[in-house]
């Protein structure tokens, strides 16, 4: 194999290596917060199908949703505990209280949770 050649190889399997780096390399995303859409905090609503909503952090692969009866603080029923790539989601839920939190997630951090509170009311 002439220098010319090798030289080539050599410099297409140091650029194939700078390139590929940024598969391996995530972003940092425990610093940065979720910000939750809808449902809105404190919403009392009559509305049982609920869409759950939120803004989507640079860097994150899946969102960590869950959803409990009547808080965090003091859970009767888990509705929900699921891992998602998309930044909604919709269930139908019964009258009553309910928290709600999520969180996103990469390969090596995740953010804080962000909580918020809403009410469904019978007809």
Do not use: H
């Not at 009392?44 to 965090?72: A, I």
């Not at 997630?105 to 804080?112: A, Q, V």
């Amino acid at each position: 194999m002439n220098r010319i050649m090798s030289l080539k190889i050599f410099i297409s399997v140091i650029l194939l290596n700078i390139f590929s780096c940024s598969d391996i390399f995530e972003i940092d995303i425990s610093s940065e917060e979720v910000e939750l859409l809808a449902p809105s905090d404190s919403l009392v609503t009559t509305e049982q199908l609920q869409r759950f909503w939120w803004t989507t952090v640079t860097g994150s692969m899946w969102y960590e949703l869950q959803v409990v009866s009547p808080s965090f603080s003091e859970i009767s029923s888990v509705k929900l505990d699921t891992v998602l790539e998309k930044n909604y989601y919709q269930l139908s839920l019964k009258p009553g209280s309910y928290q709600w939190r999520i969180r996103a997630i990469n390969g090596s951090s995740c953010t804080g949770f962000s909580i918020s509170t809403f009410k469904i009311d019978t007809l």
